[in-house]
């Protein structure tokens, strides 16, 4: 007994250790103090790791002007982002059918055919870039690995100090504990860094000499096109359509700020 009560003691200094080791980390343009346990280097090398992934398994566009155009929009937001030692690369992936675009840790963008009929122009494309690429740069990948570690820590201390119940007790308190971190924690805070991707993307674009009220008028088109439900915004990874365009309309006027045609 005794025993068990000083693992579940060193599991709890170990984590209020860790807590205090990160977060020495702020975020672009927000200024939000940020949890990163992960090497920024680690996360750098997981990102070239899957974008060589994705590239080897996905059909790259041979369309010449795609493809100048992607890099062109994607040079300019990567020259504002106070990333140079970040090696970018544009590519884009010809997949009609997928509305989606991602940039990974180190500067690695890739932009599917399939966004394209909603971005409209340049501007519409360069929100979708720009959101991506304060993903990247704003570290969110090693924020939620950070997360998920600190997450699997407090469980193998719940499970240290439940160690005396009975098996059904204890499958219950970890479904319990797995359904409260994914509702609770996990998806908030998912949500929590699309809004920040939104505001930090929505600078950058700006700054690179795209309109900020652009991003506007592509969320309507996204909107038009939609053709299944959503699940409910606390059930999801990002929030509600209508809830992020309220906040990007809070968020313009700061943009337009940096905005010059």
């Given at each position: 007994?005794?025993?068990?009560?000083?693992?579940?003691?060193?599991?709890?200094?170990?984590?209020?250790?860790?807590?205090?080791?990160?977060?020495?980390?702020?975020?672009?343009?927000?200024?939000?103090?940020?949890?990163?346990?992960?090497?920024?280097?680690?996360?750098?090398?997981?990102?070239?790791?899957?974008?060589?992934?994705?590239?080897?398994?996905?059909?790259?566009?041979?369309?010449?002007?795609?493809?100048?155009?992607?890099?062109?929009?994607?040079?300019?937001?990567?020259?504002?982002?106070?990333?140079?030692?970040?090696?970018?690369?544009?590519?884009?992936?010809?997949?009609?059918?997928?509305?989606?675009?991602?940039?990974?840790?180190?500067?690695?963008?890739?932009?599917?055919?399939?966004?394209?009929?909603?971005?409209?122009?340049?501007?519409?494309?360069?929100?979708?870039?720009?959101?991506?690429?304060?993903?990247?740069?704003?570290?969110?990948?090693?924020?939620?690995?950070?997360?998920?570690?600190?997450?699997?820590?407090?469980?193998?201390?719940?499970?240290?100090?439940?160690?005396?119940?009975?098996?059904?007790?204890?499958?219950?308190?970890?479904?319990?504990?797995?359904?409260?971190?994914?509702?609770?924690?996990?998806?908030?805070?998912?949500?929590?860094?699309?809004?920040?991707?939104?505001?930090?993307?929505?600078?950058?674009?700006?700054?690179?000499?795209?309109?900020?009220?652009e991003s506007l008028n592509f969320f309507k088109q996204m909107m038009s096109g939609a053709n299944k439900p959503s699940p409910p915004e606390f059930l999801s990874t990002h929030p509600a359509d209508e809830s992020r365009i309220r906040s990007i309309e809070e968020m313009i006027p700061e943009a337009m700020r940096y905005y010059r045609k």
């Open positions: 007994m005794k025993s068990r009560y000083l693992l579940a003691a060193y599991f709890i200094s170990f984590m209020t250790g860790m807590f205090f080791l990160a977060g020495c980390a702020t975020a672009p343009v927000t200024g939000r103090s940020q949890l990163l346990i992960v090497p920024e280097q680690q996360e750098i090398a997981l990102g070239l790791e899957a974008y060589q992934q994705v590239l080897a398994q996905e059909p790259v566009s041979k369309d010449p002007q795609i493809n100048a155009m992607v890099k062109r929009i994607g040079s300019r937001i990567a020259a504002v982002s106070d990333k140079p030692d970040y090696n970018w690369e544009f590519a884009v992936i010809d997949n009609d059918e997928t509305a989606n675009a991602f940039a990974l840790p180190g500067g690695k963008v890739a932009v599917y055919t399939g966004l394209l009929p909603y971005t409209k122009n340049e501007a519409g494309l360069a929100f979708v870039i720009a959101h991506e690429i304060g993903h990247a740069i704003a570290r969110h990948g090693g924020e939620r690995m950070s997360q998920q570690l600190l997450l699997q820590l407090g469980q193998q201390g719940l499970n240290i100090a439940i160690a005396n119940r009975s098996p059904e007790a204890i499958q219950a308190i970890n479904m319990g504990y797995g359904a409260v971190s994914t509702v609770g924690v996990v998806l908030p805070f998912s949500r929590r860094q699309e809004y920040e991707a939104d505001r930090i993307g929505l600078v950058l674009m700006a700054q690179a000499g795209y309109d900020p009220r």
